[in-house]
T-cell receptor
Framework: KAGVTQTPRYLIKTRGQQVTLSCSPISGHRSVSWYQQTPGQGLQFLFEYFSETQRNKGNFPGRFSGRQFSNSRSEMNVSTLELGDSALYLC??????????????FGSGTQLSVL | DQQVKQNSPSLSVQEGRISILNCDYTNSMFDYFLWYKKYPAEGPTFLISISSIKDKNEDGRFTVFLNKSAKHLSLHIVPSQPGDSAVYFCAASPNQGGKLIFGQGTELSVKP
């Protein structure tokens, strides 16, 4: 069974640009969550999608958005990039994301550098 | 508001000795706790978990202890091996499910 796949692995952008990251969950998983990892801040929750609907949202500005397609694949978009958006963006999938004991399975992440 | 805190950014241990990683939380609604391990350039992988109805869960060299009254959990690795060198994240889940809340991570270095 293939794991969570994130593309691209690395991205370099300049301030003001926008970027789209992609995530393909494990087959059969319907919940996809996105996290931002920066040094010293751990993993900060961005949002979670289930059946094409955003079900949970973290405390990030509206420049960060996402969507989920009918095949459960998800994309995350960041508009008007800022230097502080440089981070590792991780996608995670789970079966349904509704049980408190569900595990998340992570992809290897997309390393975004904003110059 | 950091609901899950790992106050030690790094820990260095000799091979064969015990590694103890600590985690504190503030939200009493958390009822499921997990530890993830992360190597550079890879995503976090699940290591071990514990439900709030237990105070200890063991899996091979890894044991997680939960002290609900102190809102504190710890991960013990015995014996520590060089391959255990990684960043360890503590995470908590509220009893209604939903998003996992992660701590800042502790970088463990096990020296041969």
């Amino acid at each position: 069974k293939a794991g969570v796949t994130q593309t691209p692995r690395y991205l370099i952008k300049t301030r003001g640009q926008q970027v789209t990251l992609s995530c393909s969950p494990i087959s059969g998983h319907r919940s996809v969550s996105w996290y931002q990892q920066t040094p010293g801040q751990g993993l900060q929750f961005l949002f979670e999608y289930f059946s094409e609907t955003q079900r949970n949202k973290g405390n990030f500005p509206g420049r960060f958005s996402g969507r989920q397609f009918s095949n459960s694949r998800s994309e995350m978009n960041v508009s008007t990039l800022e230097l502080g958006d440089s981070a590792l963006y991780l996608c995670a999938s789970s079966l349904a994301g509704t049980g408190s004991n569900e595990k998340l399975f992570f992809g290897s992440g997309t390393q975004l550098s904003v110059l | 508001d950091q609901q899950v805190k790992q106050n030690s950014p790094s820990l260095s241990v000799q091979e064969g000795r015990i590694s103890i990683l600590n985690c504190d939380y503030t939200n009493s609604m958390f009822d499921y706790f997990l530890w993830y391990k992360k190597y550079p350039a890879e995503g976090p992988t699940f290591l071990i978990s514990i439900s709030s109805i237990k105070d200890k869960n063991e899996d091979g060299r890894f044991t997680v202890f939960l002290n609900k009254s102190a809102k504190h959990l710890s991960l013990h690795i015995v014996p520590s091996q060089p391959g255990d060198s990684a960043v360890y994240f503590c995470a908590a889940s509220p009893n209604q499910g939903g998003k996992l809340i992660f701590g800042q991570g502790t970088e463990l270095s096990v020296k041969p």
